[in-house]
């Protein structure tokens, strides 16, 4: 390692390359990972090339390292054994068999495991889709604790006047939160759905963008924090009030309150809209061990790098499910997960949650044994995909060997 490399090399090989992965085929390696080109329709092949240059793609504005990255050791690689379907299975079975673009594991301040596939590399920005939503989530956390935002009681409209008279403008900030407004919202990953109109109205740059592009969504299903309906413009609304209340672009607030207290080794981008306004519901880019750093900060309740950085009450609130909101409990607001303050809460009685993204982007993080899972990916799908259930299985493989 160079000497002034952020990684302490104090045991294992380091990082493991590989050129291809599972399916690599179908996912353009003969034409070595080709990404988007604006305009053409988008195909597999373009899927491991697109979500490792999305800033590329689109416009975005740049996250800027600070002088110095926040350091982190390095061990053996642990042996890890998983089980699905009443089969055991190791790690490298996994990689096998989905298309994961990067794995990383780590616990308190040691990488255990790093792997690129499909030629991936240190440098390459991964982009987050919906981890993003977490971002933004405890970038408002932030300005709540600096005084920027007075309430989560406070309606949207109360910040952002573009949102005045619709609902919502009307809709309280904890219901956003939540992903609980009541406004109808259609996110079904179909290319007609509300989803995708939002997205042409930011960052694709299909319309006229800022928080003007969230009027269109104006029909009030039920009362605010009454039902869990997983609605990306909602998030969006919480970066027009994030950038609103403290008169900063939110990707300057994330530079200033998030990556360089974070100790961030490469610099990020978040895409923005023709506004300058950066699409919060999504797209966030990093590197993995920069993904990994934001994980084991809110392992640490906030705390990474010697600074308390997000609030120890907001992270607390923010990655569990609230007794008095049955509503956001798992199992009833989906099938398995629950929801907090735009974070994935797992059905255990410790404080287990995960950030998660399209096409199989997630973060899995265990406050109790300060574990961490980065988990990139290229999935056929957008959601629904058999894969997520064996990722969590895996998970679990990864807390019972290394948790405790």
């Not at 574990?371 to 679990?396: D, K, T």
Request: with cysteine.
């Amino acid at each position: 390692m160079p000497a002034d490399s952020p990684i302490e090399q104090t045991g294992g090989p380091g990082p493991r390359f590989d050129p291809g992965g599972f399916d690599a085929a179908a996912l353009g390696a003969g034409e070595n990972y080709p990404s988007l080109a604006r305009g053409r329709s988008f195909e597999r092949r373009h899927f491991v090339g697109t979500f490792s240059a999305y800033d590329q793609v689109y416009a975005g504005e740049t996250i800027a390292k600070p002088a110095a990255a926040s350091r982190l050791s390095r061990a053996d690689e642990p042996v890890i054994s998983w089980e699905f379907q009443g089969t055991r299975r190791t790690l490298d079975d996994y990689l096998a068999a989905h298309p994961t673009t990067a794995l990383l594991i780590a616990k308190g301040d040691t990488i255990l495991i790093e792997r690129y596939r499909y030629g991936r590399r240190e440098d390459t920005r991964f982009t987050s889709f919906s981890m993003a939503k977490t971002l933004t989530a405890m970038l408002l956390g932030i300005a709540m604790a600096e005084g920027h935002i007075r309430s989560i009681d406070d309606p949207a409209e109360t910040y952002v006047p573009e949102l005045r008279g619709v609902e919502y403008g009307r809709t309280p900030l904890k219901a956003l939160l939540s992903m609980a407004s009541g406004v109808a919202f259609r996110e079904d990953y179909s290319g007609a759905d509300d989803v995708a109109r939002l997205a042409r109205g930011s960052f694709v740059r299909q319309g006229q963008g800022g928080p003007g592009a969230l009027r269109q969504f104006d029909t009030r299903a039920s009362p605010p924090d009454t039902k869990f309906s997983y609605a990306s413009a909602e998030t969006h609304v919480l970066g027009a009030v994030v950038a609103a209340a403290t008169g900063r672009t939110l990707a300057a607030y994330a530079a200033e309150k998030i990556w360089r207290p974070l100790g961030a080794e490469a610099d990020a981008s978040w895409l923005t809209d023709a506004t300058g306004m950066a699409a919060a519901f999504c797209c966030f880019q990093a590197v993995l061990r920069d993904w990994a750093r934001v994980g084991l900060m809110l392992a640490h309740d906030g705390a990474w790098n010697g600074n308390q950085i997000v609030p120890r009450d907001w992270v607390r609130w923010a990655t569990r499910a609230d007794p008095a909101r049955p509503h956001l409990f798992p199992g009833t607001a989906t099938p398995f997960y629950g929801y907090g303050y735009q974070t994935w809460i797992f059905p255990r009685a410790d404080r287990s949650f995960a950030l998660l993204g399209v096409y199989g982007q997630s973060i899995y993080v265990d406050p109790e044994s300060k574990l961490v899972m980065v988990h990139l990916a290229a999935r056929a799908r957008p959601s629904n995909n058999p894969e997520g259930a064996q990722a969590i299985a895996l998970w679990r493989g990864v807390r019972a060997s290394l948790g405790r």
